[in-house]
């Protein structure tokens, strides 16, 4: 006769499986158009009410899925860092912020949800205000954003915001699109994750290092 296993062990698993539900569903419909009945169902739970009993609400659950996936892209990141050390090459701090989330979806294989997942978050004002603030506060992230701004201490503090922004909306965007034609069987612009990424370091550098317009 099998052991039955821990409750705890049960509800882990329950979240998790709520989780992985919920990020295919608002990936590929979008956060409105999935309700949490729908994330129960897909999780093959029972319980229509398990999305508030495991994470408190829906809220709940985009931050908890935000940031497993975060924490492991920053454990990435760490090791980028970890290499580059005490470098003022806009180059190795541009390769240290986008380098890990390509990395990170290359290691979840293919299909995946996550890029597309994010970019739903990301449109959002509410949804991408709490997960900014939570990235913020990942140390090896803030490590990046640091030696970001010793190398571009030239640009003046508002252009340096600016940029950063549409810089993050590429990566978001870029990797959405070749997670999708991934899941599609549709033909991909770059030939792997690292290609990917290559090209998005390049992209950002000149964003990131082009003159600013000045205006009288």
Not at 41 to 70: C, K, P, W
Not at 182 to 200: E, Y
Request: hydrophobic share 45%.
């Amino acid at each position: 006769m099998t052991a039955a296993a821990p409750a705890g062990h049960l509800e882990l698993d329950t979240r998790v499986a709520l989780m992985a539900a919920a990020e295919r569903l608002f990936a590929e419909h979008g956060l409105g158009a999935v309700s949490n009945r729908q994330i129960a169902e897909a999780a093959g739970q029972r319980n229509v009410t398990a999305v508030s009993y495991h994470f408190g609400g829906r809220t709940g659950l985009l931050r908890a899925i935000m940031t497993d996936h975060g924490e492991r892209v920053d454990l990435i990141r760490g090791r980028h860092v970890r290499a580059v050390g005490a470098s003022d090459a806009v180059r190795d701090w541009v390769g240290c912020l986008v380098r890990p989330v390509p990395e990170h979806l290359a290691e979840l294989g293919s299909p995946s949800w996550n890029a597309r997942f994010s970019v739903q978050v990301m449109a959002d004002p509410a949804l991408r205000s709490l997960v900014t603030e939570e990235a913020l506060a990942r140390p090896w992230l803030s490590k990046v954003l640091d030696g970001l701004h010793r190398c571009l201490a030239e640009l003046p503090a508002e252009v340096r915001l600016v940029r950063g922004e549409m810089g993050r909306h590429l990566i978001t965007q870029i990797c959405a699109e070749r997670e999708r034609a991934l899941a599609q069987g549709d033909p991909v612009r770059h030939g792997s994750w690292d290609r990917t990424a290559d090209a998005l370091t390049d992209a950002i550098v000149g964003l990131l290092t082009a003159p600013v317009t000045t205006r009288n």
